[in-house]
């Protein structure tokens, strides 16, 4: 019968030859079936295949970063605690994952660029009102509401050609 090996050990546990030193350097009896499992369940907490999160919990349903985290530090048993964190790393790597193909944006992008856009807003709406008021000086009601709707016109054909320009920059994130 050929010598068992700590290697062969550490595969029959199912273990690292790393974890079947440290138990070994922790006095535990390596050879020793029930000295074993008594340690490893005491010093490597898993999460049995068949664990859920207890019904009526809100944490099966929390599809946000902030919800999972919440749930997480309300979480009393080892189980929940680990099946929250890795819920959580997925949503995180999926987010990761969308704001690289482009997806998502960043909320500091959106904000610039809704600045610009509103800057651009408000240069045509100055531009309408110091362009308009000379040109329909002395015109009736329909005249003015013609020259006015032309201008409009032109204003917005600004900005729709314009709004590449707003876009554009995102594309690059």
């Known amino acids: 019968m050929p010598r068992k090996t700590k290697k062969s050990r550490a595969a029959e546990l199912g273990i690292t030859f790393n974890v079947l030193n440290n138990a070994s ?25 068949d664990a859920a999160i207890p019904a009526g ?63 651009v807003v408000k240069a045509g709406v100055l531009k309408l009102c110091n362009d308009a008021a000379p040109v329909v000086e002395g015109l009736d009601a329909a005249a003015a509401h013609k020259v006015l709707r032309l201008q409009g016109d032109e204003i917005l054909n600004m900005m729709a050609d314009e709004q590449g320009a707003f876009w554009k920059g995102l594309d690059d994130l």
């Open 25 to 49: 350097n922790q006095g535990v009896d390596i050879w020793q079936d029930k000295a074993m499992l008594k340690w490893l369940e005491t010093n490597r907490p898993r999460v049995p295949a």
């Open 57 to 119: 919990d809100s944490a099966m349903d929390a599809h946000t970063i902030e919800a999972i985290k919440d749930e997480i530090t309300k979480a009393t048993d080892y189980n929940t605690v680990k099946i929250l964190n890795e819920k959580l790393k997925g949503i995180q790597m999926a987010v990761k994952v969308q704001k690289e193909t482009g997806e998502l944006v960043g909320r500091d992008a959106m904000r610039e660029n809704d600045t610009r856009i509103g800057a």
